[in-house]
């Protein structure tokens, strides 16, 4: 899943204060829930031109979050638990405009050499 925020004030755009949103919703859930939800930050940079009404040019917090079956059998429940999360986030953040998207992958760990 990828979520994207865009919008926010300069300010919010620091690793160390988008990683304390995502880290403060996602320990409520899991106080609630008992599930983890973990994400991967990245802040790029979305390129829009203003004569097609674009103001959204700027950074933008761009997290993935990947439903795990070794950790959690169940990827509704995963997927409930994400979106709760994505709303506080969203909520803290002053409810800026947003982007969720999903996509199947799979997923290979390699430990050690890969010889």
């Known amino acids: 899943y990828t979520i994207v925020f865009g919008g926010l004030p300069l300010e919010m755009f620091t690793n160390d204060s988008l990683i304390e949103v995502w880290l403060e919703a996602a320990r409520t859930v899991y106080e609630e829930t008992g599930m983890r939800v973990d994400a991967r930050l990245s802040i790029p940079y979305y390129i829009c031109d203003k004569y097609e009404n674009c103001n959204l040019s700027g950074p933008i917090a761009n ?36 982007e ?8 290979h760990y390699f430990f050690g050499d890969l010889n």
């Open 63 to 98: 997290y993935v979050c990947m439903w795990e079956p070794t950790e959690l059998e169940s990827q509704e429940d995963y997927y409930v638990a994400l979106l709760q999360v994505v709303r506080r986030v969203r909520e803290r953040l002053g409810n800026p405009y947003m």
């Open 100 to 107: 969720f998207s999903s996509q199947d992958s799979d997923i």
